[in-house]
């Protein structure tokens, strides 16, 4: 009893200190399990995006504008043909000789913890150094092909209501092949975040294309009432407390909301030509797609860093 007592008060500590952090995604005490702890964030996070929503987007052409208002809508932003040829194949060589020499460029490699139990999938992420560490020559010119262009920070920066630098940003090189944990409908996180993807080849419906649930991002009643059910889930399932950031998942499947979720998106599958970028809020519910284990999926990889609410302040009002 003593000891239960004595974790509920850690429990509630770490709640509140943790309370602005996007990397702390559900409660774990008991009782802001039970108070409206996670309908506060929630609320919070949408105020502060949508304050930084409407101020970057006056700095963006007309008809730049509609794209980006499109995307907040949906919690999408589709970009065919965004690389001219030429540049996507120097992108695809380069991004081949660095997965062949990871060790000689400081680039980390692991499963992407992708891979379920026994399976026979193939699943290798190639984790790039961070842009301000000392760069190979060949990462350095991968990095300056990739943001020649600012529509990736720009964005990354707008779906996630937060001011990002290149040095925020992981890139990753992955090849995929298979039936994996991904190919589950989840979400990353309570808060507004994002993600961009960057065709490397053809994507097409037996080659794992990614898939999101257009409006799953943004709809509030069913946001609040999904996150307090799998924050109870979790709560149950957690009792040593020891599980954190990217091990607590939102699935989908395990939510007595699935079907008003389902019915209140829209499912886009994203089976597109090379060189077609998809950046989309990861709040919203998404997967890799069905893979026949035929053909492995060749993508770079762009993801934001969780940041706080003290962050997305300071990008909405300063």
């Known amino acids: 009893m003593i000891r239960k007592l004595i974790l509920e008060i850690y429990s509630i500590l770490k709640d509140i200190a943790l309370f602005a952090s996007y990397s702390?995604?559900?409660?774990?005490?008991?009782?802001?399990n039970k108070l409206p702890y996670q309908n506060l964030r929630i609320f919070i996070d949408i105020f502060l995006t949508k304050k930084y929503q409407k101020k970057i987007i006056k700095k963006f052409s007309l008809n730049d504008q509609k794209d980006y208002e499109l995307?907040?809508?949906?919690?999408?932003?589709?970009?065919?043909?965004?690389?001219?040829?030429k540049i996507l194949d120097d992108i695809k060589n380069i991004s081949e000789n660095l997965i062949?020499?990871?060790?000689?460029?400081?680039?980390?490699?692991?499963?992407?913890g992708n891979l379920e139990e026994n399976s026979k999938s193939f699943s290798r992420y190639y984790y790039l150094p961070n842009f301000d560490e000392k760069l190979t020559h060949e990462v350095a010119e991968l990095y300056n092909i990739l943001?020649?262009?600012?529509?990736?920070?720009?964005?990354?920066?707008?779906?996630?209501?937060?001011?990002?630098?290149?040095?925020?940003?992981?890139?990753?090189?992955?090849?995929?092949?298979?039936?994996?944990?991904?190919?589950?409908?989840h979400s990353d996180c309570f808060s507004h975040t994002a993600k961009a993807f960057l065709y490397l080849q053809n994507i097409e419906k037996s080659n794992s294309p990614f898939c999101f649930l257009k409006g799953s991002h943004s709809n509030v009643n069913l946001k609040i009432l999904n996150q307090k059910e799998n924050a109870n889930s979790i709560f149950k399932n957690n009792e040593k407390k020891d599980k954190h950031g990217d091990e607590i998942w939102n699935k989908l499947?395990?939510?007595?909301?699935?079907?008003?979720?389902?019915?209140n998106s829209e499912l886009v599958e994203c089976s597109f030509p090379k060189s077609t970028l998809i950046t989309c809020d990861?709040?919203?519910?998404?997967?890799k797609g069905f893979s026949d284990g035929q053909k492995e999926r060749f993508t770079i990889g762009f993801v934001t860093k969780?940041?706080?609410?003290?962050?997305?302040?300071?990008?909405?009002?300063?």
């Open 24 to 32: 702390h995604k559900i409660p774990i005490s008991f009782t802001f």
């Open 253 to 263: 499947e395990d939510s007595n909301y699935k079907k008003e979720i389902f019915d």
């Open 147 to 185: 943001y020649s262009n600012n529509s990736i920070l720009n964005q990354l920066n707008f779906l996630a209501g937060l001011n990002f630098k290149k040095k925020d940003i992981i890139i990753h090189i992955s090849k995929v092949k298979g039936k994996l944990l991904s190919d589950d409908w």
């Open 306 to 318: 969780r940041g706080s609410m003290y962050e997305k302040f300071k990008s909405a009002f300063f």
């Open 282 to 287: 990861t709040s919203g519910f998404h997967k």
């Open 100 to 112: 062949k020499n990871y060790k000689q460029h400081n680039i980390l490699v692991d499963d992407g």
């Open 71 to 85: 995307g907040a809508s949906n919690g999408i932003i589709l970009n065919q043909n965004y690389f001219p040829e």
